[in-house]
């Protein structure tokens, strides 16, 4: 018997309804673990068509719906923590309106949360449809292993995530850093002591789109990036070396031609993630390859960007 629990969907007004129904049905119809709960937050107005699918989509749920219905877009952060606010459980998992789950996701991930604070899985990358993967990332496995990839990158990929709502809320919720709000989060947790579970297994299928590197970089990039990085100095979660390390490196990545991105951040993740990777042996050689090459690809970038910018293509 495992603990209820809440799935938490942010819904903006470039969402698809298509996306939006295949999504909802594969986190809940098709789970062989259903939630107790499904909280749609609906940040900010919409179009009729998208409100329309949000309102049969509760009504023809089989388990509950809670809408939170907010009157302005503002942004991914403080949708998530309104969304937490209504949840009628402790345990949450989290699911993007355009992103797919496997049917066994729940059956893996929320049994373990019994004995953890925030459970991730791996994913794969798809850009037409599920048939059409384009890459898998694998997270950092134990809890060692998260702790160290975690000063240099995130150490989870959001739209996998089971958490706890109380941890979440002791570490201060998501707060409002746009399109890193996510990774300051964990980061938060970690430091105020979150019992830390990653499953090597892709259990979500992620939307990604020829425009996926070009929405990586740019000033307002840079600024989130900088300003998370002086909130982790502050805070003691990097040091002042890994601090200049980070601003280095990842302050480049956002400034450098989307092409240049494009062309040469597999191998130097790839490169960073095979030195904190505690257990390598899960994988085949071959496989930590590919997946190493494909990790570093931020899901609240392209979900929290989209949020800020209605005129970006929806495909992410």
Known sequence: MHEPFSLLVPVYDGDRTDFLRRAFRSAV????????????VRDGPVRAELQQCLTELSAASPVPVT???????????PALDHGLAASWHDVVARMDADDVAVP??????????????????????????????????VPPIGEQAIHRYARMHDPFNHPTVVYRRSAVQAAGGYGDLPLMED????????????RAVNVADPLVFYRV??????RRGGTALLRSELRLQREFL??????????????LIRGAYRLVPWWFRRAFYGPIVAHYKGRVQEEPAMLSRSQSAWDYEREWDYTQMSAAAHRRDPQQPVNQ
């Open 104 to 137: 066994e996701r729940f059956e893996v991930e929320v049994p373990l949360i019994e004995d953890a604070d925030i459970v991730g899985s791996g994913l794969f990358e798809f850009v037409a449809d599920t048939d059409d993967i384009v890459g898998q990332r």
């Open 209 to 214: 789109g020829a425009t996926a590197f070009k």
């Open 67 to 77: 809408l939170v219905e907010l009157d302005r877009n503002g942004g991914l952060g």
């Open 183 to 194: 990774y300051s989060l964990f980061a938060r947790m970690l430091l105020q002591g979150a």
């Open 234 to 247: 502050r805070t003691g979660f990097t040091s002042r070396a890994e601090f200049a390390r980070n601003v």
């Open 29 to 40: 119809d098709d789970q062989t673990v259903r939630p107790d709960q499904v909280i749609i």
